[in-house]
């Protein structure tokens, strides 16, 4: 069983023992609701360092008033299981007093690649992603952290603080884990009906139709409608490193993302163009 605390004091106590063993240190933040998508990062951080701290925190300011972070899932007692089934040392679950408290007062605000977007769509989000994610590395002091490619606007976020703040620690990104139909693994899909969970898959489809020059980004949105999904808000090519407009034609230079509404609930996706 890997080893649960709560505090930073607690956590930092335990990242003493391993630092006086000159053992390395991989860091894999979560949401909690732990799926395949998640244990990929997991194991993929066992395969890098010698010990893996896993954190798992809903961390409420990246979420816009109206937003689903009251009714975001939660399985702590599922996640700790899964964790330790695939081995991870050490699992940090923060208290909200611990990670912001009284009087707090600091922001960290990305601009670049966090401005178009997710970033016009969600205009508060990525502040909060990267105030907590400055505060999770500066916490753990990790040699590695290890985030998915799912969300890709997100880790290009982080690679562009940790190089603008010389955060020293490797930001590895972890490949999308899918189900057998193509839909990417999401805490998110458990809002989905029956019905919205067989025309979920059309994203993935889309954009990887976008990809392989079957579709036009235009005709993509419409396959996309006609499949039943109720709203787009983006699906774009972008320069994979700036995720401005693309400037060069080089295969892996460019991305294509994506994030549309099935009712109530709103998919992201990304492929490689
Ligand atoms: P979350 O719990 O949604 O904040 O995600 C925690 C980490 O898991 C982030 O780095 C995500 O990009 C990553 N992640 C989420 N879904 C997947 C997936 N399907 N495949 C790989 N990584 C994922």
């Known amino acids: 069983m890997p080893e649960i605390v709560k505090t930073i004091k607690d956590m930092r106590a335990n990242l003493v023992t391993w630092r006086s063993a000159n053992e390395t240190i991989a860091l894999v933040p979560t949401m909690g609701a732990l799926h395949e998508g998640h244990l990929s990062l997991v194991k993929a951080a066992r395969a890098i360092a010698d010990r893996t701290v896993v954190s798992i925190y809903i961390n409420p300011t990246q979420f816009a008033p109206g937003e689903d972070l009251s009714r975001y899932p939660r ?54 992603v990267a105030t ?99 709203k787009i808000d983006y699906l774009e090519i972008r320069d994979s490193d700036t995720l401005g407009p693309v400037t060069t034609k080089k295969k892996g230079k460019s991305r294509i993302l994506a994030a549309a509404w099935l009712g109530k609930t709103r998919l992201i996706d990304n492929v490689p163009a």
């Open 75 to 128: 399985d702590e007692a599922g996640d700790l299981a899964k964790l330790a089934n695939v081995g991870a040392d050490l699992v940090w679950m923060p208290s909200n007093e611990d990670m912001y408290p009284e009087g707090f007062s600091t922001e960290i605000k990305v601009a670049g690649p966090a401005e178009p977007l997710e970033g016009i769509c969600r205009p508060i989000h990525f502040n909060g």
């Open 132 to 230: 907590v994610v400055c505060k999770l590395l500066s916490a753990v002091s990790p040699d590695t952290a290890i985030f998915g490619e799912k969300d890709f606007q997100q880790l290009t976020v982080i690679r562009r603080m940790v190089r603008d703040l010389n955060i020293p620690v490797d930001i590895i990104g972890a490949p999308t884990v899918r189900e057998a139909d193509g839909l990417a693994l999401s805490s998110r899909n458990a809002y989905l009906s029956e019905d919205e969970r067989e025309i979920a898959p059309a994203l993935f489809r889309a954009i990887s139709d976008v990809a392989n020059r079957v579709l036009t980004v235009e005709a993509a949105k419409n396959a996309l409608l006609a499949a039943g999904f109720t």
